[in-house]
């Protein structure tokens, strides 16, 4: 990709398939890229399998100011560019409300990620940022002191939260999350797992690093 437009179609091409995987509502969630001093980010109150190019908000990261004054930035605008502010690593953050890690939000049981090898090296240790009120910047503060050492969140009683160095992989996170909390749910009180002991753990990120 070179150009803004490119940028602005790859954001609206991922914040639609996120529907259509059924990881987020209608009108929920969040998709953003870091370009530059630039973040690109979907809007607010649109319908998310129906989103054009055109109607990706451009935003200058370090001032926070629109270069798209007349698109409606996400209300979880200021949590995307905080967790760019803490890890320049990133270049993309996928948020979303999927039914079951949107669940383990709420519950005090964590997500179990060492099921699955694919699980544990994507995810590492899902970690919870305390609930804040969506939209504040309590929040994006919380999420943004999570992410700096961990790829994803969820929010307490709120959603889930994943980042990576493209689009494809924060998505990708996004989607895993899904499946190691519907296999946490499926398997819990009624079957008796065998997680990956640290020993495995270790081999995985060694290997694979």
Request: aromatic residues 6%.
């Amino acid at each position: 990709m070179s150009g803004m437009e490119d940028y602005r179609a790859e954001v609206a091409r991922y914040m639609a398939r996120l529907y259509e995987r059924g990881l987020t509502t209608a009108c929920g969630g969040n998709v953003s890229l870091r370009a530059g001093d630039l973040m690109y980010i979907t809007p607010s109150s649109i319908d998310k399998a129906a989103i054009m190019p055109s109607q990706v908000a451009i935003i200058d990261i370090a001032s926070a100011r629109s270069l798209t004054p007349d698109i409606r930035v996400s209300i979880e605008g200021e949590m995307h560019r905080q967790v760019y502010l803490a890890r320049e690593d990133v270049c993309a953050v996928v948020h979303s409300h999927p039914l079951f890690a949107s669940m383990y939000s709420a519950l005090e049981e964590p997500v179990e990620t060492r099921l699955i090898a694919e699980n544990c090296y994507l995810l590492g240790q899902v970690v919870k940022a305390p609930y804040a009120l969506m939209g504040t910047k309590e929040l994006a503060g919380s999420v943004a002191r999570c992410i700096m050492e961990h790829d994803v969140v969820l929010m307490e009683n709120h959603g889930a939260l994943t980042v990576g160095t493209s689009l494809l992989t924060a998505f990708e996170r996004m989607e895993v999350l899904e499946r190691a909390a519907k296999m946490t749910y499926l398997t819990g009180g009624r079957v008796h797992p065998r997680p990956l002991d640290d020993a495995q753990v270790a081999a995985i990120m060694k290997d694979f690093a």
